[in-house]
């Protein structure tokens, strides 16, 4: 019987200290927003699950698996998703904040579905058609 590593943490209070430990002394680098020079925070997952000591974000995902790290670990990660959103307003490296926000499920096209299945031969449907396709809706 092979044995996995033991979990990093046993309990998500446990965890929950060394991720406001990470968000409390991140790294900062000066940028102007506007007219001023101001520190702004460097929020990253792969720096929380670095902080965290994980060797992969992979290891920081599976815990939310884990209900009772569920809540510690959908927190974090909006607490990033939160930072690169606000990058978005403050108008610094849009595409780079874009990018991040896309790895968090965000979409910047419309989806539409349709399960209207009727074709509709040459340039304009005729009245019979446009009906069929109304009565379906």
Known sequence: MTMGRPPKYKTAEEMQVVID??????????????????DMPLIT???????????????????????EFRYTIKKARLRIENDYEMGLKLGNNNAGNI??????????KQEIESSNTHKIHGDKP????????????
Do not use: V
């Not at 430990?21 to 101001?38: C, S, V």
């Not at 005729?126 to 809706?137: C, F, H």
């Open 21 to 38: 430990d990470y968000f409390d002394n991140l790294p900062t680098k000066q940028m102007f927003i506007g007219d001023k020079l101001r």
């Open 45 to 67: 997952i792969t720096g929380l699950c670095l902080h965290l000591g994980f060797e992969h974000r992979t290891s920081f995902y599976k815990y939310e698996d884990k209900e």
């Open 99 to 108: 990018f991040g926000l896309k790895n968090f499920g965000w979409k910047d």
């Open 126 to 137: 005729t009245r019979e058609e446009l009906i069929a396709i109304i009565n379906e809706g």
